[in-house]
Structures are given as C-alpha cells and as structure tokens.
C-alpha cells in the first residue's frame, strides 16, 4: 500500500527479548570436518551472546576428543544407535527451552527433523531445526555399502523438506541437493567457519632454513577415504631426488596399515605420524606445503587452514571441495585422485614455486567464522516463531529514489523481503514512486511518495516522518539522498518532537568516479559535501573494500568507521529463475553462433559503445552475436552505432528483461565494460548461473568479485581491442560451472542481510 507522507504512527517501543538459544547435535565430539566445523560455530554463537548447547549421543575421551568452547553447555543423550536419538533429543530440547536445533551428517539430521516433530505434536514446542550437509550423498554411499546408506537418498528426499532450514557446506554439495530434493527445496550454501576475520600467521613460524629438508604436512583422520597410501608412496618417489620430510597429523583405524607401508616403502626415518596436533595452526605455518590427498571431501577446512597460514597448497581434485577452494587452482594445484606419480610432480613444482603467501591468505579470509555466523543466525531469524522475535519489532525506514532497474534498486529490493523475514517492520521512503521493478515490491509493503520534483525537496516531508514516526533506523541509499537523509536527520533531532532515529548511508559507487563523469556542480561537490555530513551518520556502508578506500581519500572519512556490506545477490530463487525456459532461436544456435551478454542501464557509465566497438572486431574473426539487456536514454545512440559498425543482425536489445537468468545461463560469457562500478551485481548473477564472466579493471568492484582475474577476465576500460580479445567463445573450458557458483555464493542475500541487521544492533537507540 501507499500512504501520503503526511500519515502519522505512534513509534513502537524498542524492548527485545534475549538472543535465540541454539543447540547443535552431533554423533560425539570426535575430530571430523563436520565435527570441527559446528564446534566453532558453536563457539561464534556463545561469543555473539546466544545460549548454547552442544548434544551428543555419546561421550569420547583422549585425544580425539574436542574441546568445547568456553561459554557452551555440553550434554550426552547416552544412546547408543542413531536411531533411538530422537525422542530423547525432543526431550533435551524441550527441558533446556530450544529455540533452534542444528545438526550435522545424515543420520542425525534424520533425528533432529524426528525431534522437531515430536517436539511440535508431543511438547507443543516450536523448533527451527537446520540440517547441516557437509560430504556429497553419491560418494558417502559408495565409501559405506550398509544399508543405512544405501537408503538415505530415498529418506532425505523425504524427509529434508521438513527441515526448516537446509544448508549445504559447498555449492557442490549443494548442486547435489537440488537434484534430489523436490523441485523448489530451498538449500543454503553457507561455508564451513574456519578462520577468524584478519587472523593471519607470522612469517617468522617457518623454521625450515634454505638448506634443509623440505617440510609436507597432511591432516586428517587415517582413513581410506584420506588415501594417505597413496601420499606415502608419492612421498618416496619424491624422497628419491629430494631432500624432504613428512607429517602426517591424524589419527584413525588406518595408522597400522600406513605404518607398516612407510616401512615397505623405506621411508619410516623421514615420516612421522604424531596424532591429532592440537598445535596444528604453527605445524601448517612451519610446512613448506600442505597436501591434502582425499578422495573426497564436502569442503576441505584444514585446506582453507594452510591457505591461512600462508602455505602452499597441493590437493586431489576431488569432486567436491578443493577445486572451489582453490579456484580451479589459482590458489593451490590440483592433481588427479589416487595419482602418486602426479601428485609427487605437484609437490615438487610447487616446493620452487614463489606464490604469495599475502594471497593466500587473503583467500583465506573468504572462509571467517563471522561470515558464517552471519549467514547461520539470518536463515535461524527468519524462521523464529512470531514470539520469539523482538517484542517490539525493529521498525526500519529506507529511503531510495525510485523503482529504477538499477543495481542499487535491486540489492535494496532483496534486502527488504529478507528484512522482513527476520521479523523487521520495513517501511519504504521514495522520491517517485516509478519504475520498472515497482511491480516486484511485496504487495502489502508500506511505500510513501514523497513526489517530489528535485531530490532536494525531500528534505522537509524527511524530517517530518523522521519527528512523526521515528522508526528505529533510517538507511539510506545513493549519493544526494544520503546527503538529504543525513540533513533531515540532524534537523529532525532538534525541537520538542525531537527523533531518536538512528541514520546508516550506504555508499554504492566510487564517489571520485561519479564526481568526475558527472559534470553538474551537484556532483562535483559531493565529495567535500560528504566529508562535512557523513562523519554524522551512525554507521556508514560501503558495498566494496574499494569503495570504502575511496570514500578515506576522496571525502577524508574514517576507514574504521566503514562497513564493507557487498550486495545481496544470490538467493535461493536464483538457481529457478535460471532454469526457466527461453524461447528464443539465437539460444538454439549457440553451438554456431556462440553468445554473449551484457546487462544495465544504457547510460554512459556502461560504456556500451566500447562494446559494440569490441564485438565487431572480434566478429570479423568468428561468428558470434551479443545481447544488451537494459533500457535507458542512450538506445537511439547505440542502436545507430551497432548500424554504422555493419553489425546491427548480430546485436539484440531487448529492454528491460524481468528475468535475465536464463539468458545469463545460455551464453557463453556476460560482458561488463563499465568505466566504473560500485559493485557488479550483474557479475554475480552471471557466475551464480555458471557463465564465465569478462570485465574492465574499473573502480572498484568487478576486480575484488574476480579475484583480481582468478574468477573472470579484467580489461582495461576503454580498451576496445583488449576487449575484443577477451570475447572468447571457449570461456567456459577455463573457468567450471562449480567454480564460479562457488564465488557467487559469496554474495548472497543471506549474508549481507545478516551484516545489515548486526549493524541495526549496534547503532540502534
């Protein structure tokens, strides 16, 4: 509905109740990726001050036990078969007042779905029950030929859309998922947490000097599915022409075995086996690599672990886990399962390599425990039961410009229904009330129109909702409405009305860039406008590191006082919307004519000349053709230069299309030759879609969402030929399907909402 800006509400009051108490059931605290992973989860949760219990079946003792967190209850259900838990997990739950039950590996997330039904009928008590898949189903079977696993398809299929929440460990896994589940199941990637935000590992740990032997170090528990055999014996072909030594750190039901093999193998004086290390942060920091010789895993956490510590990286290309980590090899080699020769060669190379450890760190830091948490706590929020939402919802008021099909429009339009979701009470602030996305707005969203003729004079009817209503938080979005929110904020907490909202501005382009493209007076002052106005907000947003570095040296503002929230881009209709028919015969003829996209506004940021330009050099050497999505004042202009270039049969340009997935999917690269950027939304879509993506080195995200060229090809902007040589029809044989959904899940909806409502929580009055 839409109501006059003058209409008055009485403000809510902010009371709140406490943090959702969280338990998590696990078969024992045993070390396994799974295990390790909701430990830490569970430790991130008590941390951010929720209640937390950790549920096993049974006790361990010794060193293969996990420590528990600090701050986290530990309780033992006794129970010796899986199948006998579910009962007496309700009954734990119910007793100890649950409000979300996560689990982890088939079997028990069979139970938790159990407990959560009888806690419904039995107790009458509501649990958001998440299960948590962190190995893929097809390779779990064939290392295990008991029925109990045979079966499990038939029973996850079943039963899993009774979840409330499914997460997947790994786009992999989760691809797996969705072709098994029912059609429109929606799972959730949501990577293992591994790292803490910024942990690095000194330099000065290596205590290998330049003549010594080489240090290899592998984890994991000895088990076939580990294939430490097989790293034993690439381990003596390379011991045959190099000095090397190898630790193997683990323990498991293979360690007779294995040490009777380095025996055979002759090289028990060079391999050590010491157990689980509870020091293994320093021993990977000390290795001159890591290898990791699986043959298969859901994600791989002790291979995000060297990555942190700076270590070079070998591992099996198994078919899930490494090959996302490692980008297709950009930040490790890859070699083939069971291959000792190849993987001794591998070890070999990558002992003279010279990569950076600064790098790979820094991919490290893709995989925090704070993004993970995030993510947990978003998809737990948007399942609470109304009761145990804030008593008082928090009340958030977003200020926009119009409907426009526009990057910053889309992202705010995804946070709104994940807002309210997670039990927010969103009302929407515009300056017109046009555009083509206006259709996609819930249907009872609260819309005011300020219907204004100049951003300006939005001022005054601003100020008077912000004394009128006060909602809790103010976001705004865009340069002249930040400024606008900002000044009707500082005059809204004068008087006797005085409000108490609290203002958040974000930032979604380089604010040097517009400041130099646009040339009005309005734009040129935004700089020294913001650095007198923004230091006065609450909390200020930038959708890029790049853009926050920006707004440091261009508008002098602190750095700490930023927040890097990338855009909400993936979400779980994504993956439809992209499988939805497209009927259209340059998609039949893609084997001949390969083709391209693009999509935006048809302004001159997008520099859509340079483009065309670069797609008629590229065709004079082989067929292909290009599709414009988007619709803006520049159409006559371009359709006129595609006509003089002679290539008018082979370029498209539809307008604005509601949904672009399909065509994203269908082509055989997207193409962004924007002169500068925020973000890149539409890169994400694309890679989401598994299409590899080209793009200009512009400022200031297309290179951070790339990973400086590991994800993507980077031009120059401007760079017509360079371009054109990036306009290859075989992009898709450089770049996996499975690696760039790997990168777009990133970027998801739930995790840059999750960011937002921790930063409503710390600014809020």
């Known amino acids: 509905m839409v109501r006059a800006a003058h209409e008055a509400v009485v403000p809510a009051s902010a009371a709140t109740t406490p943090p959702a108490s969280v338990m998590l059931f696990l078969p024992a605290l045993t070390i396994g990726g799974a295990e390790i992973a909701l430990v830490r989860l569970a430790g991130a949760f008590a941390a951010a001050g929720h209640r937390v219990a950790i549920v096993v079946q049974a006790a361990v003792t010794g060193d293969t036990a996990i420590a528990v967190p600090p701050g986290v209850e530990l309780m033992t259900l006794d129970v010796r078969h899986t199948r006998a838990s579910p009962f007496a997990l309700a009954r734990r739950a119910v007793a100890w007042q649950a409000d979300a039950l996560i689990a982890a590996l088939p079997h028990n997330n069979l139970a938790a ?11 009458r008590r509501r649990l958001v029950v998440v299960v948590t898949e962190h190995a893929p189903i097809a390779l779990l079977i064939a290392a295990h030929a008991s029925l109990r696993y045979r079966v499990l398809p038939l029973l996850q299929r079943a039963c899993y859309p009774m979840a409330d929440v499914r997460v997947c460990a790994s786009s992999g896994i989760a691809a797996e998922f969705r072709a098994l589940l029912p059609a429109g199941t929606t799972i959730h990637t949501i990577f293992n947490p591994v790292v803490e935000a910024g942990a690095t590992s000194a330099d000065d740990l290596r205590n290998t000097g330049p003549n010594g032997p080489a240090l290899i170090v592998a984890a994991g528990r000895l088990a076939p599915e580990k294939d430490f055999a097989t790293l034993l014996r690439a381990f003596a072909l390379l011991r045959a022409h190099r000095q090397a030594r190898l630790i193997i750190a683990g323990e498991g039901p293979e360690r007779a075995r294995l040490t009777t093999l380095a025996a055979d193998l002759a090289i028990s004086g060079d391999v050590e086996m010491p157990g689980f290390s509870p020091s293994l942060p320093a021993l990977l920091a000390q290795a001159d690599v890591f290898v990791s010789t699986s043959r298969f895993e859901g994600f ?42 190849a993987i001794a060669a591998a070890i070999d190379r990558t ?43 928090l009340t958030l008021a977003i200020y926009m410009h119009d409907f426009s099909s526009g990057g910053v429009e889309h992202a705010t339009l995804s946070l709104i229904g994940a807002f309210r979701a997670a ?6 602030l515009v300056h017109s009330d046009a ?29 008077r909702y912000l004394r009128t209503h006060n909602p809790d938080i103010l976001l705004a979005n865009l340069d002249h409405n930040n400024l606008i929110a900002t000044l009707a904020s500082l005059i809204a907490r004068l008087g006797a009305t005085r409000s108490t909202t609290r203002l958040i501005i974000a930032q979604h382009n380089a604010l040097s860039a517009e400041a130099r493209a646009m040339p009005s007076l309005k734009y040129r002052l935004l700089p020294l406008a913001y650095r007198l106005l923004a230091p006065r907000a609450a909390g200020i947003v930038a959708v890029s590191g790049g853009v926050a570095d920006d707004l440091v ?29 497209l009927d259209h015969p340059w998609v039949d003829e893609t084997a001949t004519r390969p083709l391209f996209i693009t999509a935006g506004r048809l302004v001159g940021q997008k520099d859509h000349a340079t483009l065309l330009r670069a797609f008629a050099r590229a065709r004079a050497h082989r067929p292909m053709r290009l599709v414009i999505l988007g619709e803006g ?79 993507g090809s980077l031009v120059q902007p401007g760079d017509i030929d360079g371009l054109a040589a990036a306009l290859d029809p075989d992009l898709r044989q450089r770049w996996s399907a499975e690696t760039l959904r790997a990168r777009a899940d990133h970027y998801t909806v739930t995790a840059s909402a999750g960011a937002y409502v921790a930063l409503f929580d ?3 009055p």
Request: charged share 20%; with cysteine.
């Open 423 to 428: 039990g927010i009470a969103v009302t929407l």
């Open 351 to 393: 002992l003279d390599d010279c990569q950076s450890r600064a790098d790979l760190r820094r991919r490290a830091g893709d995989f925090t425990i704070d993004a993970s948490l995030a993510a947990y706590r978003a998809v737990i929020d948007s399942r609470l039961p109304p009761a145990r939402r804030k008593a008082a919802p």
């Open 553 to 581: 040296t261009c508008a002098r503002l602190d750095r700490g006082r930023i927040t890097v929230i990338n855009n909400p881009v993936v979400d779980a209709r994504l993956h439809a919307r992209a499988a939805a028919p």
């Open 435 to 463: 555009g083509e996305l206006r259709a996609a707005l819930p249907p009872d969203l609260t819309v005011i129109n300020f219907a204004t003729t100049r951003t300006i004079a939005d001022l005054v009817p601003l100020v």
């Open 300 to 341: 791989g956490n002790v291979i995000v672990e060297a990555l942190a510590s700076g270590t070079k990286v070998v591992a099996t290309d198994c078919p899930v886990g490494p090959r996302e980590i490692l980008a297709d090899g950009a930040f490790g080699t890859l070699v083939p399962v069971g291959d000792a020769p």
């Open 633 to 711: 004042p520049l159409r006559p202009t371009l359709e006129a230069l595609a006509e003089e270039l002679g290539i008018r049969d082979d370029v498209l340009m539809p307008g604005y299309v509601a949904n672009p997935q399909p065509w994203f999917a269908a082509a055989a690269g997207f193409v962004l030759s924007s002169r500068y950027e925020g973000f890149g939304n539409v890169l994400v879509e694309a890679m989401a879609c598994g299409t590899p993506v080209i793009s200009t080195d512009c400022p200031h995200g297309p290179a951070e969402i790339l990973g400086h060229g590991r994800y």
């Open 113 to 123: 779905i159990a407990a959560g039904l009888i806690a419904r009928i039995k107790y």
């Open 762 to 764: 710390r600014v809020r």
